[in-house]
Nanobody
Framework: QVQLVESGGGLVQAGDSLRVSCAAS????????VGWFRQAPGKERDLVAS????????YYADSVKGRFTISKDNAKNTVYLQMNSLKPEDTAVYSC????????????????????WGKGTQVTVTS
């Protein structure tokens, strides 16, 4: 089992950058593929980005492609989401989720496949 704790959210202006982190404790994080999700009030939870357990493969939603970067540091048991050129529509609670994977290069893009998740961190972007 793995426990996930997100941090780094905050209030920023449109065009600013922000990096959120997902710290894991428990079993070896290097065995887990990870995804970053976001949910705005009244909207569904959406997958923003995902990364394979070895960090070599990534996926991005079209809405963030070219602006967000996901990375994984297995030595620090942490996954990051670097968010640049933020827009008001990026405002949401961002949470990370993890699932163990046999293959080191598999990315998981189906939300229901994830087994563990954190409580999330609020990101608010003002215009």
């Amino acid at each position: 089992q793995v426990q996930l704790v997100e941090s780094g959210g905050g209030l920023v202006q449109a065009g600013d950058s922000l990096r959120v982190s997902c710290a894991a404790s428990g079993r070896t994080f290097s065995l887990y593929a990870v995804g970053w999700f976001r949910q705005a009030p009244g909207k569904e939870r959406d997958l923003v980005a995902s990364i394979s357990r070895n960090g070599g493969q990534t996926y991005y939603a079209d809405s963030v492609k070219g602006r967000f970067t996901i990375s994984k540091d297995n030595a620090k048991n942490t996954v990051y989401l670097q968010m640049n050129s933020l827009k008001p529509e990026d405002t949401a609670v961002y949470s990370c989720e993890a699932v163990p994977q046999f293959s080191p290069s598999t990315i998981v893009t189906t939300p229901r496949e994830y087994d563990y998740w954190g409580k999330g961190t609020q990101v608010t972007v003002t215009s």
